[in-house]
């Protein structure tokens, strides 16, 4: 049913992001974009192309930028899509996202690209690794983190056609293909994309193949078979899926591409708290700043590569 | 104050920034190569000219004069003129965005000594500017602030609250220096966001005192810097420095495209040729730095 192998080609989820952005502006002449100066990078440029007179890249300003998208949307008979980096769209203007987006359920999506240290040498102001957290406590958003270009395309179709607040979590680096074309999404329900019965791993985003790549290595190096699960939608979070599996397993580890304070891993703590408690790894960004350096180096500085997500893991569970 | 040198020495350090800028993007394949050439020659009037009081031996001593990078991305120009002035060794520069170096992709005062603010994120640095003179009058020090913007970072709305803030504060001693080379990222920023314009008009109104230059002409910015200091005395001070996008290559000039590139070996090579330096020199640095 998944594609996935070690050796599967990668898709550029932003040029995804703005090809599907023109179909929708195609079908629904309602629909407006709105940047702030990174459109060629957001690939919402493409957008722009095609209907110069619903894009509106307001410069360097998110905080207007979102007031822009929020007047737009105030009345919801049009959707907007906002964009910018993860940085800039979240963390400038996070309190007016909350105060109209997020308060007002408006049919607003906020699409950021370049999120965690993925985005490499630009180094820490722009290594947004506090996006999830800070997204997820506003009321009514619901914050998808997709983890190929297959499933960001059936992303974008869902916000656009459920009505209210959405942030989509993208990063700079192309993605290696998960999940088949014709794969369906439902907000609030993941995937078991490995099944296994030693241990838990849920990772999203880039981290989906990396916790897949480091299964295989976990079963072939240690004899443990992980069960690996990509709940997409970190809220509404697929809560019933992880318990499950935690039932089965007895033992979770969370991946992801993002401070462990605040994101993937505490959301499914907090399912598993009520559900079904059970010893939870959190693996992510710890607590701390990232640094220039390539994507690869800093994955490998924060010990995010496969094998060594295969050793941490391995480590850990011996450890209980 | 350091030694002031004639105009015609400010133009072959100006030069060598620009070597060095464009080495130090070449060797990190990546960088912002377009608003470090504009900003080089306003970085080196104020370093060399004889106006930023710096102590290279003493980077944070408690007299010094606050430069603030607000635009962070011309880092690879900040750099090679801290490292020109001695603040570090030069070799430094070809680490720029590698791993471990403390030469981040953003200006960082936690990694890089004559960094005073940590920027990246556009339109902070006239508010920490503004804050760092008030320290200076409770302090009852004798240092000015110098900031250095971007035309861009106009657009953000806290650029303002600071220009008006420090109408309010009565602040002296705050310079402003805007890089306007009229491009940010996507496009000209006429095309994208022209409402900066005028700029003179706005920071008046904020009641500063404003001068316009030519950016690139050394007489015009040490005379601008001269009226500056004697100004700001009494008030904030905001020149506004016409500039070049990519001054000194010329495929880079005036080119969006060419904001947040790296350019690739031949394009280097014809750069650093239009830039005066020797074929030998060119081989000699790509044999021994670029494996
Ligand atoms: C708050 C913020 N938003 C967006 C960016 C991304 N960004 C980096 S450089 C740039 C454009 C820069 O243009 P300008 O500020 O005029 O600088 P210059 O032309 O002098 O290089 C943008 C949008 C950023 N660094 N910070």
């Given amino acids: 049913m998944f594609l996935y192998t070690k050796d599967a080609p990668k898709g550029d989820i932003r040029k995804v992001y703005g090809e599907t952005l023109v179909e929708l502006g195609r079908k629904d002449p309602k629909i407006c974009v709105v940047d702030g100066d990174l459109s060629t990078s957001t690939k919402t440029a493409m957008f722009g192309k095609e209907f110069p007179e619903r894009f509106f890249n307001v410069g360097i300003d998110e905080q ?104 989509i979590r993208l990063t700079r680096e192309k993605f290696p293909v998960v999940y088949p074309e014709d794969v369906e999404f439902e907000l609030g329900k993941g995937f078991v994309l490995r099944e296994g019965k030693d241990v838990t791993i849920v990772a999203v985003g880039l981290m989906v193949s990396h916790a897949l790549d480091a299964a295989t290595l976990l079963k072939e190096k240690y004899g443990i078979e992980a069960e690996v699960i990509d709940p997409v939608s970190v809220k509404p979070i697929d809560g019933e899926l992880i318990a499950e599996s935690a039932r089965k397993t007895g033992r979770v580890v969370t991946i992801e591409e993002h401070s462990i304070i605040g994101g993937l891993g505490d959301a499914v703590i907090s399912e598993l708290a009520e559900r079904y408690p059970v010893p939870v790894k959190k693996i992510g960004i710890p607590d701390t700043y990232g640094e220039s350096g390539t994507a690869a180096e800093l994955l490998r500085k924060f010990e995010l590569m496969p094998e060594q997500l295969a050793e941490r893991i391995h480590n850990w569970l011996r450890s209980l | ?133 008030l320290k200076r009058r409770l302090d009852d020090l004798d240092y000015r602030v110098y900031c250095l913007m971007s035309d861009g970072e106009l657009q953000e709305g806290m650029t303002w609250e600071a220009a008006m803030t420090a109408k309010h504060f009565k602040v002296n001693r705050l310079i402003a220096v805007i890089d306007n080379n009229n491009i940010q990222l996507d496009d000209f920023v006429t095309k994208v966001n022209s409402g900066i314009y005028p700029i003179e008009e706005k920071f008046q109104a904020c009641g500063w005192h404003t001068i316009t230059i030519d950016g690139h002409d050394f007489e015009q910015i040490l005379k601008a810097l001269d009226e500056a200091v004697k100004v700001s005395e009494e008030k904030p001070v905001a020149i506004r420095a016409i500039t070049v996008k990519g001054k000194g290559v010329s495929y880079m000039e005036n080119t969006p495209a060419w904001h947040g590139k790296a350019p690739d070996r031949e394009k280097f090579i014809e750069a650093m040729r239009e830039l005066g330096v020797s074929d030998e020199e060119i081989e000699a640095f790509l044999n021994k730095y670029d494996k």
Avoid: C
């Fill in chain 1, 64 to 167: 207007n930028l979102i007031g822009v998208a929020s007047g737009l949307a105030y009345d919801k008979d049009r959707v907007v899509f906002a964009s910018s980096f993860a940085m800039f769209l979240t963390g400038r203007p996070w309190e007016i996202i909350r105060q109209h987006i997020g308060y007002n359920d408006l049919p607003v999506k906020l699409v950021a690209t370049h999120a965690g240290i993925t985005v490499g040498p630009d180094g820490a102001s722009h290594q947004m690794n506090e996006d999830i957290a800070i997204m997820r406590a506003i009321p009514n958003m619901r914050v998808v983190v997709p983890a190929d270009i297959h499933i960001l395309k059936k992303v974008l179709y869902k916000a656009y056609e459920t009505p209210g607040a959405f942030y």
């Fill in chain 2, 1 to 133: 104050m350091n030694a002031t040198k004639s105009v015609e020495e400010l133009r072959k350090i100006a030069r060598q920034v620009r070597i060095e800028t464009l080495k130090s993007i070449y060797l990190a394949g990546s960088g912002h190569p377009g608003g470090s050439l504009s900003i080089t020659d306003i970085l080196v009037a104020l370093y060399f000219g004889g106006y930023a009081n710096v102590d290279p031996q003493n980077p944070y001593k408690p007299d010094r004069d606050r430069v603030v990078l607000s635009k962070g991305h011309a880092a690879p120009a900040f750099y090679a003129v801290l490292a020109l002035k001695g603040f570090f060794d030069k070799e430094l520069l070809y680490t720029l965005r590698k791993l471990g170096s403390p030469l981040q992709g953003h200006v960082s005062r936690k990694h890089t000594p004559g960094v005073e603010a940590s920027t990246g994120s556009l339109g902070q640095g006239l508010s920490v500017s503004l804050g760092m003179a």
